[in-house]
């Protein structure tokens, strides 16, 4: 595969599936509703709606968050405090483009500050980062869209305090940066409170969609990552598809159509398998991006993470023999950018295994995922392969505007609102409640009703 080729998408085997097999005409014929909802994101996008804007997150001018990012890589360590699109997109980069096991390298080698995610509530890990870090010489970003996320709010609450206690709140203050919305929320007077450093992240932007806005770029620029180019990426994929002609030429609206129509033919899944360590995070990004967006109105697809070779000895028994309830993309990258040349073992015991021999390891990843596409497809199990040539900020960037096309575009097949969470919300609104927080009195009412009935049978053993 050619450096320039975006991806390529091979999808022969995704029209199986017996009496419950969508057939290649289904997916033409809904070439009009592609039409139609590229036309619907596009215009609510240049119109500035609210959830549209990340169409135009690789166009947008990105100096101020390079800026800042400048000071940010003088830090020995960067502790990032948020949840969910706050959080998961800033990992996906991290996993994908740094070397593995980051935080372990020496300073020379990293050439970057350390980095700690804070997302989950959890007093043991926060502990633990705090326990790691030189305060001194840390940064603090603090990132809510909404600005009142309680998981958020408690965990920066917990780093503020300690900033402020060991340094003074001066020195403290300075160490801050606020990611937030423009109005909305509490960080936003925090700011203007204590003068602390702050990004605005786009209104018309939401959390799962904005890892090319300010919320990915800014450490991701202070690590080192190449965030031009994971921008000129994602531009020329958004290129790609507008001149793309018709269904044959576009693979995103293939992907959407295949995940639509298998969905309706109650293939509620949507197992996604990348042969490569470095694309785990990217599941994880694409599982809330998925679930969060199309999960609506009794609707939905299920998204599975899994991992190639890994879940060749856990899931692939499930999906070869279990119920045939997913739709399945193996995704790959066709060149490995540290390959190893497997060793010949002088040992008589290892001549079994001298098939091995000089072979090389990336060539056995992409062959284990041919012969998992491959066993899914003699299952009659319907599986699309996904490449990339190579896994650099270019390529990836092109790959994160490919899905959130595609998860845009499911959501207007399904006539959904992909950009709301009110799911999310309920859940946020319960926990206030639970919490104590003013306003949030009937939700607390609710949620002690609900949990009652819960509660009402009972097993200990
Ligand atoms: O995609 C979303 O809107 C949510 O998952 C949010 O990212 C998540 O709830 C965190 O919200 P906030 O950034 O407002 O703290």
């Given at each position: 595969m050619s450096e320039k080729t975006l991806l390529s998408l091979a999808y022969g085997a995704a029209f199986t599936g017996g009496e419950r097999a969508v057939a290649f005409s289904e997916l033409e014929n809904l070439t009009p509703q592609f039409k139609n909802g590229d036309a619907w994101l596009r215009k609510n996008a240049s119109e500035g709606k609210e959830g549209f804007g990340?169409?135009?997150?690789?166009?947008?001018?990105?100096?101020?968050?390079?800026?800042?990012?400048?000071?940010?890589?003088?830090?020995?360590?960067?502790?990032?405090?948020?949840?969910?699109?706050?959080?998961?997109?800033?990992l996906m980069l991290h996993g994908a483009l740094l070397p593995p096991y980051w935080n372990e390298l020496s300073k020379t080698k990293r050439g970057g500050p350390r980095f700690f995610m804070s997302d989950n509530v959890d007093p043991a890990d926060n502990?633990?980062?705090?326990?790691?870090?030189?305060?001194?010489?840390?940064?603090?970003?603090?990132?809510?869209?909404?600005?009142?996320?309680?998981?958020?709010?408690?965990?920066?609450?917990?780093?503020?305090?300690?900033?402020?206690d060991t340094l003074g709140e001066p020195?403290?203050?300075?160490?801050?940066?606020?990611?937030?919305?423009?109005?909305?929320?509490?960080?936003?007077?925090?700011?203007?409170e204590t003068g602390c450093k702050r990004l605005i992240l786009p209104e018309d932007v939401g959390g799962r969609f904005s890892v090319l806005s300010c919320v990915g770029l800014l450490s991701a620029w202070a690590l080192g990552i190449d965030c031009k180019a994971?921008?000129?990426?994602?531009?020329?994929?958004?290129?790609?598809?507008?001149?793309?002609?018709?269904?044959?030429?576009?693979?995103?609206?293939?992907?959407?159509?295949?995940?639509?129509?298998?969905?309706?033919?109650?293939?509620?899944?949507?197992?996604?398998m990348p042969y490569a360590d470095a694309l785990?995070?990217?599941?994880?990004?694409?599982?809330?991006?998925?679930?969060?967006?199309?999960?609506?109105?009794?609707?939905?697809?299920?998204?599975?993470?899994?991992?190639?070779a890994i879940d060749q000895h856990s899931q692939i028994q499930l999906y070869t023999s279990g119920p045939d309830d997913k739709l399945y993309t193996i995704l790959t990258v066709a060149q490995g950018q540290k390959d190893i040349a497997l060793p010949a073992a002088p040992e008589k015991a290892f001549e079994k295994l001298s098939y091995l021999y000089g072979k090389s390891m990336d060539e056995l990843r992409n062959f284990e995922a041919f012969a998992t596409a491959a066993a899914l497809s003699k299952a009659g199990r319907p599986v699309a392969a996904l490449s990339i040539s190579s896994l650099d900020a270019y390529h990836l960037g092109g790959l994160i505007q490919f899905?959130?096309?595609?998860?845009?575009?499911?959501?207007?097949?399904?006539?959904?609102?992909?950009?709301?969470?009110?799911g999310v919300e309920q859940g946020k609104n319960y926990t206030y409640g639970l919490m104590g927080r003013s306003g949030f009195e009937n939700e607390a009412q609710e949620v002690r009703t609900l949990s009652a009935k819960i509660n009402e049978r009972t097993v200990t053993l």
């Open positions: 990340w169409l135009n997150l690789p166009k947008r001018n990105m100096d101020d968050v390079q800026t800042l990012s400048r000071w940010l890589a003088t830090r020995e360590s960067i502790v990032q405090v948020g949840i969910g699109g706050s959080a998961l997109g800033n502990r633990a980062i705090w326990e790691l870090i030189d305060p001194e010489s840390t940064a603090v970003i603090v990132v809510s869209k909404s600005g009142s996320t309680a998981e958020t709010a408690s965990n920066f609450l917990f780093f503020w305090e300690k900033l402020r020195a403290a203050r300075e160490r801050v940066v606020v990611v937030t919305d423009k109005e909305k929320g509490i960080l936003r007077p925090f700011v203007d994971l921008l000129s990426g994602a531009a020329a994929m958004d290129e790609a598809i507008v001149k793309a002609g018709s269904i044959l030429e576009n693979p995103a609206w293939i992907l959407a159509g295949l995940s639509y129509l298998h969905m309706k033919k109650n293939r509620n899944l949507n197992v996604l785990e995070r990217f599941c994880e990004w694409f599982a809330q991006l998925w679930g969060e967006s199309i999960g609506k109105d009794g609707q939905g697809s299920t998204p599975v993470r899994a991992l190639g899905y959130e096309y595609i998860t845009g575009m499911m959501g207007h097949l399904m006539q959904v609102n992909p950009f709301d969470q009110p």
